[in-house]
């Protein structure tokens, strides 16, 4: 017989070390039901379907308006194509001048001229909910470029980090950081009012405010191998000038919308902004709603 397995004339085999061995196998596979044990990647699911909403934007919150647009387009010199085309018809006497109007019109300036728009898309804009408490930190040093952020991580120990303005205007933040022997770079992205490393993927973790962000990832055990280790915070040579820290204040007990009722001129309204993101809303299908009217 085989080594490790024992017969006798009148029981299963056995095996020298477990003893008997059972008559029928260990797993019954005709009970098996694969509908139970489903071989989708649940992770791809999920990134699939934050893509699609991403897509497809979020539900407005309460009391949201969209601005609905005329469907007449305007050139940019307050003329529009249907009132000359009435003038022309209405007076037959200055067609002369309605023809030279319109051939002053630069078309291209006119989007959808002749289809008509079948999807609208609406944003809410919302400042950036802790301005103040990211001013305060130490490790957040304002407006700074990649190369330069290098310069002040290089040779620093493992986890040393830095946030700082994101270069990229749809980007609003970040994360400069040694990992590997290198400097290297996150983006905080923003997600329906919440910031994380990767919006795309919902399994990386999210929190409400950007420090909230920062501060779970002090923790080394939380962090993953491709995710940013913020355990040293680099702090700031410099103050904030004045105007920043008002605006950091002043952001507290305002919202973007609230920025525009204040009595300040335009100029100093989008300094007020600036720290500010923008979330789409769901989208809304022109064509489908006309139909329904």
Not at 19 to 30: Q, R, T, W
Not at 114 to 124: G, L, N, W
Not at 171 to 188: I, T
Not at 203 to 208: P, Q, T
């Amino acid at each position: 017989m085989g080594a490790g397995v024992v017969f006798n004339s009148s029981s299963a085999p056995q095996s020298p070390i477990l003893g008997p061995l059972p008559s029928s196998p260990v797993i019954d596979l005709s009970r098996f039901n694969p509908e139970e044990y489903p071989m989708e990647d649940c992770d791809e699911r999920a990134r699939l379907q934050r893509a699609r909403e991403m897509e497809e934007g979020v539900e407005p919150p309460p009391g949201y308006k969209p601005n609905n647009a005329a469907s007449i387009q305007v050139h940019p010199n307050g003329i529009t194509v249907d009132s000359l085309a009435a003038l022309f018809q209405a007076n037959a006497g200055i067609q002369a001048a309605a023809l030279t109007a319109l051939s002053q019109i630069d078309f291209s300036l006119i989007p959808n001229i002749e289809r008509p728009a079948h999807t609208q898309v609406d944003y809410v804009h919302c400042l950036v909910p802790d301005l103040r408490s990211i001013t305060a930190c130490s490790f957040y040093w304002g407006k700074m470029d990649r190369y330069e952020a290098e310069r002040l991580l290089e040779g620093k120990q493992e986890g040393t980090f830095l946030l700082r303005d994101s270069a990229q205007e749809e980007f609003l933040f970040s994360v400069s950081f040694r990992k590997y022997g290198r400097s290297l770079h996150a983006r905080v992205e923003q997600w329906n009012h919440k910031f994380s490393f990767d919006s795309h993927d919902p399994g990386v973790y999210a929190s409400g405010t950007v420090c909230g962000l920062i501060e779970h990832y002090k923790d080394p055990s939380c962090c993953m191998f491709f995710e940013p280790v913020l355990t040293i915070p680099l702090h700031r040579t410099y103050a904030f000038p004045l105007q920043h820290l008002c605006r950091a204040i002043i952001t507290t007990r305002t919202t973007y919308d609230g920025i525009n009722k204040l009595q300040l001129p335009k100029t100093l309204k989008s300094y007020l902004k600036e720290y500010h993101y923008k979330q789409r809303v769901r989208v809304r299908r022109l064509d489908i709603e006309s139909d329904l009217q």
